[in-house]
C-alpha cells in the first residue's frame, strides 16, 4: 500500500480518518491532523532502494527467516554445495553476535558479509543497505540475507528482498505457524527442515504444520527437507532455480515493485 | 521486542508531521495497528516515551488504537471476524480469504498547536505527505 492515493484506508482503520477532512480544529487553536501513513516507511523506502539495487544488477535476494537453531546455516551450506558450479552467490548474515555463521559460508568458498546487530532483534532496510555497500553485486546471481534467529519481530521488516522464506524445524512442533501467524503469513515459501528426525519426534505431523499453514490465508508452498541427508533437497534445489532464472528475466523497470512468485501453485 | 524501533520510527514520522504544520507542540499521537502487524500495542507504549525523549513530542500522548482481523471470502463473497493465526472465512470455513483489517501498523492522527497563529486563521491544507523522501 501506498501512502498517497487512498489505498491506505482499510475496512480496519476507515473511522480513524479524522471526519470532516484531513485537518480539524478546535476553539483552543489544537489542530488534527490525518496522516495515515506506515510506521515504517522510512524502512520501506530503504528497502525499496536495495531492491532497485538487486534489480539492476539481475541478482535475486532471499530473506531467510526462522527461530534461532532451526536450521539456516546449515540449508545455506548445503545450498551453496550443490548450487555453487552453476551460480554465483553471496550470503548476508545477520546475528546478535559473533562472525561463527559468515565464518561457516566462507569455508564453502562464498562471500559472506556478517552484520552484528547487537541487542537488535532483526534486521531492518538500512542495515541491509550498509552491507550492500560492501558488497559487489556485478556478476553475483543470488544473494542470500540470513536473518537473525526470531520468529517474530523480522517479519515485519522489509529488506528489499524478493522472496522471503520461513524455516520451521522439526523440533520445534508442527503448530508455530498458528502461532506465530506474522512471520508465516510472511512467507513466500516454507521449508519444513531436519525432516530427518521426523522419525524420532513423531508427534511432529507434516500435514498439520500445512494445514495451519493454510488457516493463515497464504497459498505459500511447504516443502520437506533435510539439509542433512540431503532428503528433499532437489525439490527446494528446483523452486530456487526457477526463482534465479525468472530474477535474471525480469524487466529493471519494474525495480521498485516486487514481483509475483515464478511459480504460485495454489493447493486446494 | 522490535517495539523500540517502531517507537522511534514514529517519532521520526511525527517530526516530519510537525515540520510540515508548522507545530509548535504536538499534544496527541493516534495510531492504528492490527495484530498482524507484528507489533503490541502494551510494548509499543512502553518504548513511546524512551523514544520521545528529547523530541518535539517528549510531552505528547500517544492512543494506540487496536484494529480487528477481518477477511473477505474468495469462494462465498461475505467478510468476517478471524483469529490472527485462523484467517478461514468465518462463514463458509475457507481458506481462501483475503485480509481486509488487522496488519495496519499506521500514524493516523496527530493533535498539535501551531507556531504564532493562535486561534485564527485557517491552516495550509498541505498533504502530510509532500516533500518526505
Known amino acids: ?268 | 521486542m522490535h517495539e523500540l524501533a517502531v517507537a522511534q520510527a514514529l517519532i521520526e514520522q511525527v517530526g516530519i508531521v510537525a515540520r510540515q504544520e508548522n507545530a509548535d507542540q504536538i499534544l496527541v499521537i493516534h495510531v492504528g495497528i492490527g495484530p498482524l502487524s507484528g507489533v503490541e500495542a502494551q510494548l509499543l507504549e512502553q518504548a513511546f516515551p524512551l523514544a520521545a525523549a528529547g523530541s518535539i513530542a517528549a510531552a505528547a500522548g500517544l492512543v494506540v488504537e487496536q484494529l480487528p482481523v477481518r477477511v473477505s471470502c474468495r469462494q462465498c463473497g461475505r467478510v468476517s471476524d478471524a483469529l490472527p493465526g485462523q484467517l478461514v472465512c468465518g462463514s463458509c470455513g475457507d481458506w481462501h480469504t483475503t485480509l481486509v483489517s488487522g496488519d495496519e501498523l499506521q500514524l493516523t492522527r496527530v493533535e498539535l498547536t501551531r507556531r504564532g497563529d493562535g486561534t485564527t486563521g485557517a491552516a495550509p491544507a498541505r498533504a502530510a505527505n509532500d516533500g518526505v523522501r
Open chain 1, 1 to 268: 500500500m501506498c501512502d498517497t492515493c487512498g489505498c491506505n484506508v482499510t475496512h480496519g482503520n476507515a473511522h480513524l480518518v479524522q471526519p470532516g477532512g484531513k485537518l480539524a480544529r478546535t476553539d483552543d487553536g489544537r489542530e488534527t491532523v490525518s496522516v495515515l501513513r506506515n510506521l515504517l516507511h522510512a524502512n520501506d523506502h530503504t528497502a525499496a532502494h536495495n531492491r532497485e539495487h538487486f534489480h539492476r544488477h539481475a541478482v535475486l535476494a532471499i530473506n531467510l527467516m526462522s527461530s534461532p537453531g532451526a536450521g539456516k546455516t546449515a540449508l545455506l551450506e548445503a545450498t551453496i554445495d550443490a548450487l555453487k558450479d552453476k551460480f554465483s552467490m553471496a550470503v548476508i548474515e545477520g546475528d546478535l553476535e559473533t562472525e561463527n555463521d559468515a565464518g561457516r559460508i566462507r569455508r564453502h568458498g562464498v562471500e559472506a558479509i556478517q552484520i552484528t546487530t547487537g541487542s537488535a532483534c532483526h534486521l531492518d532496510a538500512h542495515m541491509v543497505h550498509d552491507a550492500l555497500h560492501h558488497l559487489d553485486l556485478a556478476g553475483l546471481d543470488l544473494v542470500f540475507i540470513e536473518n537473525v534467529g526470531n520468529l517474530v519481530c523480522p517479519a515485519s521488516f522489509d529488506l528489499g528482498q524478493h522472496r522471503n522464506i520461513t524455516l520451521l524445524s522439526v523440533p520445534e512442533g508442527d503448530d508455530k505457524p498458528a502461532k506465530y501467524p506474522v512471520m508465516f503469513r510472511a512467507a513466500d515459501l516454507i521449508l519444513l527442515t531436519k525432516s530427518d528426525l521426523l522419525p524420532v519426534l513423531d508427534d511432529f505431523r507434516p500435514e498439520n504444520a500445512r494445514r495451519h499453514v493454510r488457516e493463515l490465508a497464504t497459498a505459500a508452498p511447504v516443502f520437506e527437507l533435510s539439509a542433512k541427508t540431503g532428503a528433499g533437497m532437489d525439490e527446494w534445489l528446483a523452486w530456487l532455480h526457477r526463482e534465479i532464472t525468472a530474477a535474471e528475466q525480469r524487466p529493471t523497470d519494474h525495480a521498485a515493485t516486487p514481483a509475483t512468485p515464478a511459480t504460485t501453485p495454489v493447493p486446494s
